[in-house]
Nanobody, 120 residues
């Protein structure tokens, strides 16, 4: 069982930056692939970034967002730069055993989400 707690969301203006954090419980954090997803009002939850031994991003955030992890701290981060109003959403951290995935259904554990709002 893994529990995930996100933090770092907030209200920023377009062009500014935020860093999200996701703290995980458990002693086998480094065996999990981690992902960030987001869900805007009225839309489906969508993939943002994932990291295990490799990493990759949704095209919409590539070059602006950076995912990283600190296995010693059981934490995964999402550095978000050059934020746009269309990045406004609830951001969720997720975990799964094994390799990376960009599919919501592949992830077994989810955090409660943190709101990111980008004003124009």
């Amino acid at each position: 069982q893994v529990q995930l707690v996100e933090s770092g969301g907030g209200l920023v203006q377009a062009g500014e930056s935020l860093r999200l954090s996701c703290a995980a419980s458990g002693r086998t954090f480094n065996s999990y692939a981690m992902g960030w997803f987001r869900q805007a009002p009225g839309k489906e939850r969508e993939f943002v970034a994932t990291i295990s031994w490799s990493l990759y991003y949704a095209n919409s955030v590539k070059g602006r967002f950076t995912i990283s992890r600190d296995n010693a701290k059981n934490t995964v981060y999402l550095q978000m730069n050059s934020l746009k109003p269309e990045d406004t959403a609830v951001y969720y951290c997720a975990a799964r055993r094994g390799s990376n995935s960009d599919y919501v259904g592949d992830f077994d554990y989810w955090g409660q989400g943190t709101q990111v709002t980008v004003s124009s």
